[in-house]
């Protein structure tokens, strides 16, 4: 299985979905960069992080990028009918499926730790030419929960996306499931209904807002586990032709 992982990153060196897992996750720091620069006053650390970046993540970025992570991961196989080779060779084929699903979430993982990074030193820079360099102390604490639950909350997210990925051949599709249900997200966050709470797109969004996360991150990781499972067992027995 360790052997397994291994191919499995390295299929991801020097391919577009290493360089959008490891830029996308700077454009929240950006963002922070800018608005420190034109800011009239100097911010709080948490409010910045939790208040702002964590936010936009969550709520656009994170499921935007992980349909498009997760399409150029399927494609790799679809291209040149990668299939045909992988499917052949004497290896379980549940490993394989489970080993693309562990990479992928552990990229998931990866960019939302960037992201934090990219929004630390984009907000000291911005601080710094703007002359309002952040207030107070890191909330490491705070951060530490938060992320855990937001990892926990989008796994269901995470493996829909990437059984959409690797069920369809075209593109398409997995890009389609994505932006849906982003769109499903931010309108639930305009217009703050409780209908659609525990949609796998709004889980994100409500481990950062709800007074009580932590049933939303367990929904989430649970849930997405159960999928995970399922996803194996079909893919498994699908026919990649």
Do not use: C
Not at 168 to 192: C, E, H, K, N, Q
């Amino acid at each position: 299985m360790i052997a397994v992982l291994q191919v499995e990153v390295r299929k991801l060196n020097g391919s577009l979905a290493l360089l959008l897992a490891v830029l996308a996750p700077a454009l929240p720091g950006l963002l922070a960069a800018l608005s420190l620069i034109s800011t009239d006053r100097a911010p709080q650390w948490e409010s910045i992080l939790t208040g702002f970046v964590l936010p936009i993540w969550s709520l656009f970025l994170l499921p935007m990028v992980v349909a498009a992570f997760t399409t150029l991961v399927g494609q790799i196989e679809y291209r040149a009918r990668g299939w045909d080779h992988l499917l052949a060779l004497p290896i379980a084929r549940w490993q394989l499926f489970l080993a693309k699903a562990v990479v992928v979430l552990a990229a998931s993982a990866m960019m939302t730790l960037l992201v934090l990074l990219f929004a630390w030193v984009g907000a000291s820079i911005g601080g710094a030419i703007g002359g309002h360099t952040p207030l107070g102390t890191l909330p490491w604490a705070r951060l530490a929960r938060t992320v855990l639950l937001l990892l926990a909350g989008s796994t269901m997210l995470v493996v829909i996306q990437l059984w959409t990925a690797l069920r369809f051949a075209s593109f398409v599709m997995p890009l389609v499931v994505g932006i849906g249900g982003t769109l499903v997200a931010m309108a639930v966050a305009m217009t703050r209904t409780d209908q659609a709470a525990w949609f796998p797109w709004v889980l994100p969004l409500k481990i950062l807002s709800a007074p009580n996360p932590v049933p939303f991150a367990l929904f989430g990781g649970i849930g997405g586990l159960v999928l995970l499972a399922i996803m194996v067992t079909d893919l498994s027995r699908h026919s990649f032709r």
